[in-house]
């Protein structure tokens, strides 16, 4: 049974930083790429970033680009994502997900093959 476990995300001003993390079991980790999708009340979800099996980034969200990091650690079967210089439009919940194939480089919430719990980062201004 796929299961992935997030854990970072809270509560920071603009201009901060937050690390999310997410760490994968049920799976072989190296057969999905891993990222995070993020919805703000009353818009729709979006993917932010993923990662893939080779280490590289696969997808960064033009609003996110330059500011946001994804990275992993395989031998934890673990991703992460590095959030810097948020801002209060950065403010949602964050979901973990894995997808495979071509959803990797175009990350589409409809076809995605797990999800985690989410967690909640909130950027005050």
């Known amino acids: 049974q796929v299961r992935l476990v997030e854990s970072g995300g809270g509560s920071v001003q603009a201009g901060g930083s937050l690390k999310l993390s997410c760490t994968a079991s049920?799976?072989?980790?190296?057969?999905?790429?891993m990222g995070w999708f993020r919805q703000a009340p009353g818009k729709e979800r979006e993917g932010v970033a993923f990662?893939?099996?080779?280490?590289?980034?696969?997808y960064i969200a033009d609003s996110v680009k330059g500011r946001f990091t994804v990275s992993q650690d395989k031998s934890k079967n673990t991703a992460y994502l590095q959030m810097n210089s948020l801002k209060p439009e950065d403010t949602g919940m964050y979901y973990c997900?894995?997808?495979?194939?071509?959803?990797?480089?175009?990350?589409?919430?409809?076809?995605?093959?797990?999800w985690g719990q989410g967690t909640q980062v909130t950027v005050s201004s």
């Open positions: 997900a894995t997808a495979s194939g071509g959803y990797c480089s175009q990350p589409d919430g409809r076809y995605v093959s797990a």
């Open positions: 049920g799976y072989t980790y190296s057969r999905y790429c």
């Open positions: 990662i893939g099996t080779g280490g590289g980034a696969t």
